[in-house]
């Protein structure tokens, strides 16, 4: 081993779009910050990667609403190159009996209205009051969660008011309100959505949210609260929309890494960390692969909980217990992704056309109905995948055309479910090509021309994203959503409040509050949990 010359306040393990946020916060604060990152490139979920020779596109992460307009204003994202879009319609999805529904754009009314007059009418109801609910939860994202923690009043006290401020929160919330938030946490997206509407087609629009990163059927408990963690973002000041960034969602990472550059942060690529340096029960560093010590006060890391505990510590050093709750976090998404290069736009059998439409902007959900996804996921849960699997399909070269050749388009396939680990032990590896053709096959029976027009492809199975980008699993979020797994209990009870175990190691990554997205809410709150301990004394700055 051998000790880098530039000792800092601040090591960062992990440049995702947190750890970066993290970072220029830290550096804001006056803190000397080292981000040490594995691959060649930052951004971690929220990369744009060429993936076809002229083809580029957000190859994990592709659609922007979750983050943080607070975020964005702080690192003067705008200033360094971050321009988002709307989509001009949010959801097309085609139907069973060869209709379609468009939602957004202000058609959903109308639209809805062609199967059902009833849903039409309770659509703005359910509206205000979904909102009503995500404004409290938008409060609560850029907070810390109290924190559960044993020992004296001293130690109780600043969580007793931290829960108390929360109750606050709440309060705004009327009681009817307060038992429709209640719902949300403890039942599923499916029986939720049946509550409101009677027409499948919306409720696969809106159920979809449930399952999104999910591996779960939208009837599973605790759906209904991933549908709300989907709604809670906004794009240029409009509510639950969803856009595009220019050049990607790499566009996103790249504006923050210049930010935090421009507040004096090292940033290192293709610099994996191997451990976490441990002294006297108190983290003090980083250990790179190739052996090199980067000392400092905080350690932070950007990682999913699971590697951070189980591969960049010593055996022994963490607590027992502890150490064997972590191998019980939950994650895996059932997640499947696919880049597409496509010389042609869909010609969908449902609203004809190759053309560029509206329709083409927006998340086209191949799922008609609740029923289907939840069929998606008994299959996945007992053959590894369905035959009729559910796909998310994003064209985003027709609001951008920095992605592709002129003519020429990308498009992004979120597909789900597939198991995260196949059933029989196999490997992803043995069926990648099998389940991507089946995607394609999907996309074929609604818009016959797009097999033909695939030129190109990029295939990520759940174990292609856990080796490319550390998503455990292929969990996206970087751990279920599940309620044992949220708020205070993120990533465990007694460290929800973005520190670990040992004196001198945090968290800052998706698997702490508010959970995955690129929303940059855990790197801030992370930051300013960090400051707040070299203010009290607890961190000693870098000589
Ligand atoms: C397929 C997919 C689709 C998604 N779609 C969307 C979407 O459309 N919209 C949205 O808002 N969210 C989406 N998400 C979720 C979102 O991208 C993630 O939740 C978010 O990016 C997590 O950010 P993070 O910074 O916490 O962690 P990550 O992005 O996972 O970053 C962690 C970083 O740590 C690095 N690292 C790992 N191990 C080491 C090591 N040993 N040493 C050094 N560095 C290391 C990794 O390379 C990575 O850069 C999607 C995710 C995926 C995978």
């Not at 995500?134 to 004296?152: F, I, M």
């Not at 939840?374 to 559910?390: L, V």
Request: charged fraction near 20%.
């Amino acid at each position: 081993m051998n000790d880098s010359s530039r000792p800092c306040d601040a090591v960062i393990i992990g440049g995702g779009h947190n750890g970066l946020v993290c970072a220029a916060y830290l550096a804001a604060g006056g803190l000397k910050v080292t981000v040490l990152e594995r691959r060649g490139v930052v951004g971690g979920a929220a990369v744009t990667e060429e993936f076809h020779p002229g083809f580029r596109n957000s190859v994990a992460s592709y659609t922007v609403s979750l983050l943080n307009p607070k975020v964005i204003r702080d690192l003067e994202l705008p200033r360094h190159g971050l321009r988002v879009v709307e989509r001009v319609v949010s959801n097309f999805l085609p139907t069973e009996d060869g209709r379609y529904l468009k939602t957004g754009g202000g058609l959903t009314r109308p639209e809805v209205a062609r199967f059902s007059e009833k849903d039409a009418g309770a659509l703005e109801a359910y509206g205000e009051r979904l909102d009503a609910i995500a404004d409290v939860l938008r409060d609560l994202v850029l907070e810390t969660p109290p924190n559960v923690v044993q020992g004296d009043w001293r130690t109780a006290l600043p969580e007793l008011l931290r829960a108390s401020r929360l109750g606050g929160r709440l309060r705004k919330l009327d009681m009817s309100l307060r038992r429709e938030l209640l719902s949300l946490f403890a039942t599923s997206a499916g029986d939720y959505l049946d509550g409101w509407f009677e027409s499948d087609p919306i409720k696969a629009v809106y159920g979809f949210d449930g399952i999104v990163g999910n591996y779960a059927s939208p009837y599973t408990p605790g759906s209904a609260y991933v549908l709300l963690h989907h709604v809670f973002g906004e794009v240029n000041g409009k509510k639950g929309a969803w856009g595009h960034a220019i050049g990607g969602m790499g566009a996103i990472t790249q504006a923050m890494a210049k930010s935090a550059a421009a507040r004096g942060v090292q940033i290192r690529l293709s610099t994996p960390v191997q451990q976490v340096l441990v002294e006297g029960g108190r983290a003090i560093g980083a250990v790179t692969q190739s052996g090199e010590v980067i000392r400092a006060s905080a350690v932070i890391s950007n990682l999913n909980p699971k590697l951070l505990y189980l591969d960049l510590f010593e055996a022994g050093v963490l607590p027992a217990d502890f150490r064997a709750r972590i191998a019980q976090y939950r994650c895996g998404s059932g997640t499947f992704r696919m880049n597409v290069a496509l010389a042609e736009l869909p010609d969908f059998t449902c609203l004809p056309g190759k053309a560029r439409g509206d329709h083409h902007t927006a998340g086209i959900i191949l799922a008609p109905t609740l029923r289907y996804m939840e069929q998606a996921y008994f299959d996945a849960r007992t053959s590894g995948w369905s035959k009729r699997p559910i796909v998310e399909m994003l064209i985003p070269s027709t609001l951008d055309d920095s992605l592709s050749p002129e003519g020429q388009h990308v498009a992004s396939l979120f597909c789900q479910h597939v198991a995260p680990q196949l059933p029989n032990g196999e490997s992803w590896d043995v069926h990648r090509e099998k389940v991507a053709d089946l995607m394609i096959e999907t996309v074929s029976q609604h818009a016959p021309n797009f097999k033909g027009a695939v030129l190109g492809r990029q295939i990520l199975s759940p174990l292609d994203l856990e080796r490319t980008f550390g998503l455990v699993g292929g969990d996206i979020m970087h751990g279920a959503l599940q309620l044992d797994q949220m708020f205070s209990a993120r990533p465990m009870l007694g460290h929800g409040n973005y520190r670990g175990p040992l004196a001198g190691l945090y968290m800052c990554g998706a698997g702490t509050h508010p959970g995955g997205g690129v929303t940059g809410a855990p790197g801030h709150n992370a930051a300013r949990e960090i400051l707040a301990d070299f203010r009290r004394g607890r961190l000693k700055r870098a000589a």
